[in-house]
């Protein structure tokens, strides 16, 4: 009969200003390995006056380390101390769910998002990089494995030098919620949306290409249709500037700001189609979730996003707005093109599920700690 191994996962994340896709994913991951009666999980944390907030409150129990978040993550990656267990007490394995470091005398596992910042540094800001960097050298020496979730980020980080036999995919999931009519309707009234609309969901930083969003849009001027914008401000993006070129055209622009999780899947389902043209992803969650509820998917080819997507979304490459126009058009104006893609992708995202990801998660634990 298989052990219970006790687990500690990293869930700083979900304090941050803009958790983002990183928090997203962890969160979906944790509440698939809390099914397992294999594993006894538990939460880390940095000192926290209040809880996490609803949308990304972990559904594990947090233990708290003394230190609050900045101090906490520069003594992790400066002097590696506080260990994880002295908030946990014994585990079997520590988890990094992020490249946020803890010190151990467990077996550590590290999920590995992403190297964009390697790729592209001003894409982050400078204390970013400098986090970032130190983080990823602390997971290529004191991880016992690495865990990513696109091959794309795994090529990534065999050329970063990590051990390719300490390299494991393991792919996110998606949980899709059932969609009516009326459901679309209220989140139309809710947010003002009264002729088709183009969705972008993420936050607002220039890795997620927003410049060619707005380019694109722009060249679909003459057209009654409006871009509508999901996700917190995050870094390095003046957004009224870069929504200007809008502002003389056909084209309506509505900017929502963060939306609640409960309520994104009746945005996806009422989209002419979502516009996703990032320049590098590690996996590419919203393209996944944009997918499982029926919204025909345009996003970019050469990174992990066209991974996840594979033949059941438009391709463009993302450097080239005219290329996204195109394809948005081609939704746009053809139904019978948008609605195939909204079945297709529905069929692709159900081969995503978050009870894969724990199973190899789990795996990875049993590997680990045997």
């Known amino acids: 009969m298989e052990r219970t191994r006790r687990v500690a996962v990293t869930v700083e994340q979900c304090w941050h200003r803009v958790p983002g896709g990183t928090a997203t994913a962890a969160l979906g991951t944790i509440a698939a390995l809390a099914e397992r009666p294999d594993l006894d999980l538990i939460g880390v944390a940095a000192r926290h006056r209040a809880p996490a ?33 002295r908030a946990t007490g014994p585990v079997d ?13 467990a077996p550590l ?5 992403d190297l964009a910042f390697l790729a592209d540094p001003s894409q982050a800001t400078r204390h970013g990089n400098r986090f970032f960097r130190r983080g990823t050298e602390l997971a ?37 919620v059932e969609v009516g009519a009326a459901d679309v309707d209220a989140a139309r009234a809710r947010y003002g949306l009264h002729r088709p609309y183009v969705l972008f969901v993420g936050t607002v930083e220039p890795r997620k290409n927003l410049a060619a969003v707005v380019a ?16 917190p401000d995050g870094w390095n993006e003046d957004l009224a500037r870069r929504l200007a070129p809008l ?20 945005l996806y389902a009422g989209a002419a189609a979502f516009c996703y043209p990032s320049l590098r992803e590690g996996f590419g969650l919203p393209v996944l979730e944009a997918m499982a509820h029926g919204a025909p998917v345009v996003t970019s080819c050469g990174t992990a996003t066209a991974e996840v997507a594979g033949p059941d979304a438009l391709l463009a490459e993302p450097t080239d707005h005219r290329q996204v126009a195109e394809a948005l058009a081609h939704l746009l104006d053809d139904p019978a093109a948008a609605d195939d893609l909204r079945r297709r992708g529905r069929a692709r995202a159900a081969t995503y599920t978050w009870a894969r990801t724990a199973d190899l998660v789990a795996a990875a634990y049993a590997e680990v700690a045997p």
């Open 109 to 113: 596992v590290v999920t590995i998002n």
């Open 93 to 105: 394995v520590v988890h990094a769910t992020a490249v946020a470091v803890p010190p151990t005398a």
């Open 53 to 85: 907030p609803a949308a990304f409150r972990p559904g594990v129990a947090v233990a708290q380390l003394p230190l609050p978040r900045r101090a906490l993550y520069e003594t992790w990656h400066a002097l590696r101390w506080p260990p994880v267990e």
């Open 216 to 231: 694109a849009m722009a060249a679909l001027d003459g057209r009654q249709v409006d871009l509508v914008l999901v996700g």
């Open 140 to 176: 290529r020496r004191h991880a016992a494995l690495v865990l990513v979730p696109s091959e794309a980020t795994a090529a990534e980080c065999r050329q970063a030098g990590f051990d390719p036999g300490r390299l494991r995919v393991v792919p996110y999931g998606v949980t899709p």
């Open 247 to 266: 502002e003389p055209t056909t084209i309506g622009v509505h900017r929502p700001g963060f939306v609640a999780p409960e309520e994104l899947p009746a």
